[in-house]
Nanobody, 120 residues
Framework: QVQVVESGGGLVQPGGSLKLSCAAS????????MGWFRQAPGKEREFVAT???????NYADSVKGRFTISRDSAKSTVYLRMNSLKPDDTAVYYC??????????????WGKGTLVTVSS
């Protein structure tokens, strides 16, 4: 059994900051890529950022320079620091983890999401 749990969402004013966390737990053998996606009301889920096991990062153009992804491999946790938030950043943010377990090869696992609302 693998669990992926996000936290840190909430209401923030435009221009403000927020830090999301996501922890993976269970019978994990190895974690490969960890990342964040988001889904705004009435829109499809979209890529935000990813980080590999060796620390290489990738960002959507819409968040480059404002968001920073990082990970603590010892804690099986990935973070998303969001600065200069805009109303367009309002969405449910989902954590995605590519990992293998003792019983199964590498596959994606998703969290249930955490809501970020940017509004004055």
């Amino acid at each position: 059994q693998v669990q992926v749990v996000e936290s840190g969402g909430g209401l923030v004013q435009p221009g403000g900051s927020l830090k999301l966390s996501c922890a993976a737990s269970g019978d994990i053998s190895r974690i490969y890529v960890m990342g964040w996606f988001r889904q705004a009301p009435g829109k499809e889920r979209e890529f935000v950022a990813t980080i590999t096991s060796d620390g290489s990062t990738n960002y959507a153009d819409s968040v480059k320079g404002r968001f920073t992804i990082s990970r603590d491999s010892a804690k099986s946790t990935v973070y998303l620091r969001m600065n200069s938030l805009k109303p367009d950043d309002t969405a449910v943010y989902y954590c995605n983890v590519d990992l293998s377990t003792i019983a199964a090869p590498s596959r994606d696992y998703w969290g249930k999401g955490t809501l970020v609302t940017v509004s004055s």
